[in-house]
């Protein structure tokens, strides 16, 4: 509840509580509002103590914040006449002063009714504590007195105001039957006026959920114990008159009051959010465009199943399967028919095996199974044998037959795996020899190893990586053409393997892509980007940071843009100064343009990384909020030798300037090949030329000494 709240108004929530800032000073005040933006709350603002008046006339505050001096009313004046007005007699005052050591204007703040003070400077984690604080209790001393003052409205009053309210009520008593209810709870129960009176209550729950009322009872004694009210919260099923039943939220609440004790039960029908809430939760474990398990629920039910398979001592059968083909169809018919080619496939696999296996997509056009039951490995691929055979009649794609192909791994338990991540990667590892070799299926062998039982070790140390703070970030500069200046850096992972050293990403990026890794990992980067460039920043480098995502993150990571917005609110970045950097390829993905859309609604920039060697095409440019593109090393490397590149080079920046896109040259790596991108109007570039990534520290090294440098 909120004091003065009206007849059918939502109490607001904490967030939702206005604050009045009022100063002279413009500056002031637009500094104080930037400080409480991360917290969420309203912010109004008056220029003057008469203006703060009258405001507060109009609206109800949770906090004010005032300057003590300001012409005309000064706070202190300003500060008793608003104490005048019974809407903000209690609303917490702080004075934002100058002012220190002064025990007389001190004494006159806390007259005119202040209850704290904050000394300028102002140190924003301070005023965000001391106004998170006193809004916190103002909210707290208004329902108090909301309760009390309702407690004392007299039985007409009370009815009326329940009759108004959405919630069924019941007033119980202390036998648990009806002795009242409001007006809704005729509709959500399905009965006449006042039919359920004298009933017991528990009719109204399903029958198979009372014994949800005994989890929230409590005995007299500790009712009384606790101050005569004491309220329980369950979500249980309800029971309507024609035994139909409904997802409901009951709370009861039990009160000693006037010398009797009654129990008031509301409830609500929360079907809605119930379904709303299990279509997220379905969205979070499943594919959107196949409406498959995705990796994430796939890799669950592995783990799931190798653990009932381990105590019955079983077999269990995965399966990962690609699709031979499937670029030169996307590439052809384009990527919408490319995604029927897939929701097709998904509905053949579906089709082919048992309703106890699943099928999942793994993203892109990789797909896996988990077979249910103990099939060993004769039945296993004899099922890989089906699954080819039902590829072989084709898919109907825009009025014509087209054809792929399944290369299909295979990996038993537990000889080719003791958990999910040996199993997982070792069908996958046979189903990449499958479609080296052209045999359609292969079964794991030791030799598809590519670094045998180094490579297994290093994949178990991957999981660790960032608990034992392997991971470390290098910082490459890009060299802003028309300055000769540095003008940001990309961030480049690395790992610190304690036996192996420094790692390349080659060397363990493509793991970590293929694996649940992925999600921690690009968190970990972009946490210690944002954090290294905010040290810059103190420093006095204004950089803007490059960070790699992969198309693993963006079609799996339906959190990456809610990431990103805490991330760079922790650092307190801008959003702007933070560059997202995708290749091609990841653009397929079918949650590409929506994620893209979020993140370039939070003022993030979007890069297009090795851009010209994928799938990019003037249709995707135009489409997706991309603000940046990368030339490839391959096109950049004999710009000024092979006229041929020179010419796809120039053409490419002249199209992506007519889309007011940046662009990036990379692997720039002589005099020759930089002043040739500097002729065709290239905007910034990278490579070994200008700069190697080298770690934060060591960045004032790199070349271009007239760059402006970070030295930490």
Aim: with cysteine.
């Amino acid at each position: 509840m909120y004091l003065a709240t009206k007849p059918g108004e939502e109490p607001p929530t904490l967030q939702e509580a206005a604050v009045l800032i009022v100063d002279d000073n413009a500056d002031k005040r637009l500094a104080l509002r930037a400080m409480l933006a991360p917290l969420g709350h309203e912010i109004v603002e008056a220029d003057s103590g008469r203006v703060a008046l009258k405001t507060a006339l109009k609206q109800k505050f949770a906090m004010i914040l005032m300057d003590v001096r300001m012409p005309d009313l000064n706070g202190f004046e300003t500060a008793k006449l608003v104490r005048q007005h019974p809407p903000s007699a209690s609303t917490p005052i702080i004075f934002v002063t100058a002012f220190g050591g002064d025990e007389s204007e001190a004494a006159n703040a806390y007259a005119s009714g202040a209850v704290d003070f904050i000394y300028t400077p102002v140190l924003p984690a301070v005023l965000r504590a001391k106004v998170s604080a006193f809004v916190a209790l103002f909210t707290q001393s208004q329902e108090l007195h909301s309760l009390n003052s309702a407690l004392r409205e007299s039985d007409v009053l009370t009815q009326a105001v329940l009759d108004n309210v959405a919630d069924g009520i019941f007033i119980l008593d202390e036998a648990g039957r009806i002795e009242s209810v409001n007006h809704s709870v005729g509709p959500l129960f399905d009965y006449g006026a006042e039919e359920e009176v004298g009933h017991a209550f528990a009719f109204m729950i399903a029958p198979e959920s009372r014994e949800d009322l005994h989890n929230i009872d409590r005995s007299r004694e500790e009712v009384l114990a606790e101050g005569g009210t004491i309220s329980r919260i369950v979500e249980t099923v309800g029971c309507r008159r024609d035994g139909s039943t409904f997802a409901m939220e009951l709370e009861r609440r039990q009160i000693e009051h006037g010398g009797r004790s009654f129990t008031v039960a509301s409830v609500r029908d929360i079907s809605e959010r119930k379904s709303h809430g299990e279509a997220l939760e379905h969205m979070a474990h499943h594919d959107a465009l196949t409406g498959l398990a995705n990796r994430t629920l796939f890799s669950e039910l592995v783990s799931q199943s190798l653990a009932l398979a381990t105590r019955d001592k079983e077999p269990r059968g995965v399966l990962v399967l690609d699709l031979d083909g499937f670029k030169r169809i996307n590439d052809s018919q384009g990527h919408d028919w490319g995604d029927v080619l897939l929701k097709q496939v998904a509905q053949r696999l579906i089709g082919v095996l048992r309703e106890s296996d699943t099928v999942a997509r793994l993203g892109g056009d990789e797909f896996g199974i988990l077979l249910a039951g103990s099939l060993d490995l004769a039945a296993t691929a004899a099922v890989a044998w089906k699954i080819q055979e039902t590829f072989e009649p084709g898919f109907q794609l825009n009025g014509e037959t087209v054809h792929v192909s399944p290369s299909i791994g295979i990996s038993i338990f537990p000889e080719h795996g003791a958990n999910t991540i040996e199993l997982l990667h070792r069908a996958d590892l046979a189903m990449y020899a499958a479609k080296r070799t052209g045999q359609g299926q292969t079964v794991f062998k030791a030799a598809h190893e590519t670094q045998t039982a180094d490579h297994l070790a290093l994949l178990l140390d991957l999981r660790h990586c960032i608990d034992r703070d392997e991971l470390v970030l290098h910082y490459q500069p890009k060299i802003d053409l028309g300055t000769s200046k540095i003008c940001g850096v990309e961030a480049l992972v690395r790992w610190r393997h304690p036996k192996k050293g420094l790692l390349m990403p080659a060397g363990f990026m493509p793991e970590v892509e293929r694996t649940y890794l992925i999600e921690p990992v690009t968190r970990w980067v972009l946490n210690a980007a944002l954090r290294q460039q905010r040290l810059w920043r103190d420093e006095g480098h204004e950089l803007t940071v490059a960070v790699n995502i992969s198309g693993r993150s963006l079609g799996h990571d339906s959190e990456l843009p809610d990431t990103v917005s805490e991330l760079t609110a922790l650092w307190g970045t801008r959003p702007g100064d933070l560059t997202l950097e995708l290749t091609e390829n990841a653009l397929i993905e079918p949650s590409a343009p929506a994620v893209l859309g979020r993140l370039h609604e939070m003022g993030g920039r979007l890069s297009i990384d090795d851009f010209g060697t994928g799938y990019s095409s003037l249709a995707y440019l135009q489409r997706l909020p991309v603000d940046e593109i990368k030339i490839d090393k391959s096109f950049v490397i004999n710009v000024a030798t092979v006229s041929d590149d020179a010419i796809i080079v120039r053409s490419t920046i002249d199209l992506a300037h007519s889309l007011d896109l940046t662009v990036v040259a990379e692997g720039v790596e002589d005099e020759d090949g930089l002043g040739a991108i500097t002729e065709c109007g290239c905007d910034q570039a990278q490579g070994y030329l200008l700069g190697r990534p080298v770690a934060a520290a060591d960045l004032a090294a790199a070349p271009a000494e007239s760059a402006a440098v970070p030295s930490s």
